[in-house]
């Protein structure tokens, strides 16, 4: 079984599948999605990028159109809202027209719609924890009747400190339900919460969980610190896609962005003291191309899911290696090719090479024209606006 047609799912959702130009499965969805469709608990890890929110979706859907009840029968908790946003988003492309609008409960927000999508009883409800244990608080939200559960991104809302909101959110559901849980990597805490909550599951896993895609080319500059900024306009300029920048702070994603925005780039930012309408903004530019570079903390690692991002550049190292394998995830997704670049200075390369060790692996190092990235930012733009920038070895300028 290879593609979609070959599931047995109903005209309508084959139809919807058809008109969204989903033809083939990916490895994890041909072998999560037919037990998921059986009613069995199913386990998937898999690399970011893998399909896995159609290995959920499908079945859940299958489920919403053979439901009379008006009450929510499936809920699906995500670590960010914007993940859920964009689950939110793919339900809605997928849905067929006798089915009801999802809720959408996140923060950041107005509590007003959601709160009234749940009186109304919404089938699917798609929900971050806090938001959604708060609502549940104070008895806007009745969860006695759901039949399937998808925990998403499990990994990352344990990371996020959800435990304690989930175990609230799991213990007012019915015990006989179905589970299906995916996550990128399978840590003890992970683990621990498979043994609690289902029910002799399907495991799923695919691939490495600690690799990066080998679609993504991964490259490292070692540089000084004062020499960082020039290393990352090279990159730019030297770029015609979409291109990702990390960061470990707020205060440095907010200070990298206005520089790059002064340098004449169109640069937006995320990070978690951003309001939720700047976030979409930001976003929504990002994808639609009003935005060249998006400059966000690790907030966008795992929360977004943006087409053809041609390159990630980790202009901060990363604290952990499962922090890197998120981050360059966001790129080379769906068998495109992708570029991921990290660039250290100073004790970051440190951090570097223990990062390649836990990963064993081996990025390819580029020299840097040193004596362009040490120049001030302003004779480094003006120079390389008018294009007498020397190519970088290993690299090509068009």
Known sequence: MTTFSELPLSHALQRKLAAAQFTNLTPIQERAIPPALDGRDVIGTAQTGTGKTLAFLIPLIELLDQEPVRSTVALVL??????AMQVHEQYEQLRTKNMHKAALIIGGVSEKAQIQS???GSKLVI?????LQDLMNRKFANLRDVKLLVLDEADRMLDMGFLPAIRRILSALPKQRQTLCFSATMEQSVAGLVNEYMRNPVRVALGSVLKPAESVQLKAYEVRPGEKIGCLLQLLHADKGQTLIFTRTKRGTERLAKELVCDGFAAAMIHGDRSQSQRNEAL????????QVLVATDIAARGLHVDDVAHVINYDVPKMAEDFIHRVGRTGRAGLQGRAS????GAEVLELRQIERTLKLRMERIQTDTTMAALPRRVIQNTLTSRTLTALP????V
């Not at 995500?78 to 993940?83: D, K």
């Open 127 to 131: 929900a971050t924890p806090g938001r």
């Open 342 to 345: 990290t660039l250290a200075a």
């Open 284 to 291: 929504s530019g990002f994808q639609e191309g009003r935005f």
């Open 78 to 83: 995500l670590p960010t809202r914007e993940l």
């Open 118 to 120: 749940l009186r109304a």
């Open 394 to 397: 290993g690299e090509v300028f």
